[in-house]
């Protein structure tokens, strides 16, 4: 079975009067522990598909199941609790908490949203700082380590809560080439490790090229059904 | 809810010069508010004090028609020995009264056989008035105050009296007074005692023992112009008084008219006026400090909320539930209250003890030299800060519901 299957997904914004299609009718699968890409230049509807998967958005039109679950069926609440249990992200800006050490930004989402006890939630976040290589900088604070550091901290926040699915937009846009690749490599050993699934947009042909599967979207519309790289 | 205020705290410390700024206008309206409480507070039970306990009593019975007409002290209005009898009686009778003082008042004129002036006498039984005006005693500024207030031939004057007359203790004088049927006697005194003026209603009568008043006015039978009456719990008043009210008011004569008439002292004295005032004030000084913690805490949540749009994106994307990112901005209003609240008690029931140790001194009316000394009940404290916390989570609310119901991805778009 799929983890994510979209069947004729259609999203369409409306800005005043007029309507604005950023996804026109596609359809397309993930399988689990995959690494997936979408590519595709500014405005060709990739954040608007990372957004529907991650139910942080309704489509307008066709079905999202993700999980077995149609995500049109989920009210604001219920969204926020599915995100919580089963999907990470990874943010293009990393939008780690500022007054929050980096232990603390890998603990927020099991002390905030999953409320695990605290012996617990201080060995799966210490178990994340060492997958990602940041135990070290447990104490710091996130204005107190570089880029590719934080969004280290991003990848691990994102896995602490064993989650199925992680959805990075544009993980590496604001990084340097080198620490862009470390962070796909790291991407792509947590996907081995944890079996969790990572789905990434990028424009960048380079990166693009590090995804085991990539779907090209161009003007909302999929150019190819899934190629494997 | 450890978590929240853990984060809460966090959130508040990062911008420590906003949240400064928000908790000293806080602490300062807190101070404000419990210092204007405990100084207006003690003036007036020192007001009402010196009124109820060293002139009006409490509560006070007369004649249906005498308080109309208290200004020319009505001898025909004064209250018949049955009329007295059962006023006693159902003051006996009712546990809430702890004392009360027959008395006989009259205006009369004061003469030291070179010069002679008004001067408003009251007859008492120095024992019952002292036990229902404690205070009256300690007025003595010359004279023994250990002593009976007066004793029969003896006379006790104001000061203002005694100073315009040059009377001093030991010395004789004359008091005549017109009778009600208009036949004028005097009687000689001697100075016993001088008594420091007070404002207000009777703060300036002179005393005399209540059996010469009776022989001065040539009374056949023993009349009483009031009975000031002193309950044991003053905070009942409103109750105690009432209940009596009932009871005497309900005394009729032959044609069913009643015969009695029950004041308590807020009815008799102008002060009572200024009582209200100093409750006014209160209430509004109250108002403005909801005004201030509201504006504050608002303005200082609604700032937090817009600064952190992308970051209430990042917390909602990743699955935290509404209630909680309500619950996260709530909290840091409830922090900015209690952390207010507690230094502002803190430091208001400091400036309280301060006063106290200083000793500041002020003059009312007549007084001089009365000493200030706020006292503050821990009932208003605590309703003072709990009602500055409960409006500085309702200040939030507004802004904390906004950033809960945030769209995540316009959030995270937010620049």
Known sequence: ?229 | MLDVLAIATRNLLRYRRRTLLTLLLIVIGMVAVLLFIAVAGSFKSMMVGQITDSILGHVQVHRKGYVASIDSLPLNLNMKPQMVSKVEEALAQNPAVSSWSPRIKFGGMYSNFAETTSIRVNGVDPAREAATVPLLQGRLIEGDKNAALVERGKIVIPALLARGMKSKLGDTVVVVATNKDGSVNGKTFVVHGILEGISGPGGRDGYIHIEDARELLRMTEPEVSEIAVRLKDFARLDRDSGALRTALEGQTNKEGKPVLEVHDWSQLSPFATLARMIDMLTLFIKIMLVSIVLVAVMNVMMMAVFERIREIGTIAAIGTPPGRILSLFLAEGLMLGVVGTVSGVALSLAAIFGINVWKPTFAFGQQQNLVMAPTIAAGDVVTIAVLVIVVAVIASLQPAWKASRMDPISALRHV
């Open chain 1, 1 to 229: 079975m799929s983890l994510v299957q979209a069947t004729q997904l259609a999203k369409t914004y409306r800005a005043g009067d007029i309507d604005v299609p950023a996804i026109k009718g596609v359809d397309f699968a993930i399988e689990p522990s995959s690494f997936v890409a979408f590519v595709g230049p500014s405005g060709s509807g990739k954040s608007t598909l990372l957004n529907l998967i991650g139910c942080l958005d309704h489509p307008t039109s066709g079905t999202l199941k993700v999980l077995d679950t149609d995500i049109a069926t989920l009210d604001r609440k219920a969204a926020a609790k599915f995100r919580g249990e089963h999907i990470g992200f990874v943010f293009q800006d990393f939008n780690l908490i500022p007054v929050l050490t980096v232990f603390e930004n890998v603990e927020y989402p099991l002390r905030m949203v999953q409320k695990w006890p605290a012996e617990k939630r201080r060995e799966q976040v210490m178990q994340m700082l060492e997958a990602v290589g940041m135990t070290d900088q447990a104490a710091k604070r996130p204005d107190q380590i570089s880029g590719g550091q934080k969004q280290r901290v991003a990848v691990a926040r994102a896995l602490v809560s064993n989650p199925k699915l992680v959805l990075a937009d544009e993980p590496t846009a604001n990084l340097d080439h080198d620490t862009a690749y470390r962070i796909l490599e790291l991407m792509k050993k947590m996907r081995d490790e944890f079996k969790t699934t990572f789905v990434f947009s990028t424009h960048d042909p380079k990166i693009m090229n590090e995804a085991e599967v990539t779907f090209t979207l161009e003007d909302g519309i999929l150019r190819n059904g899934g190629h494997h790289a």
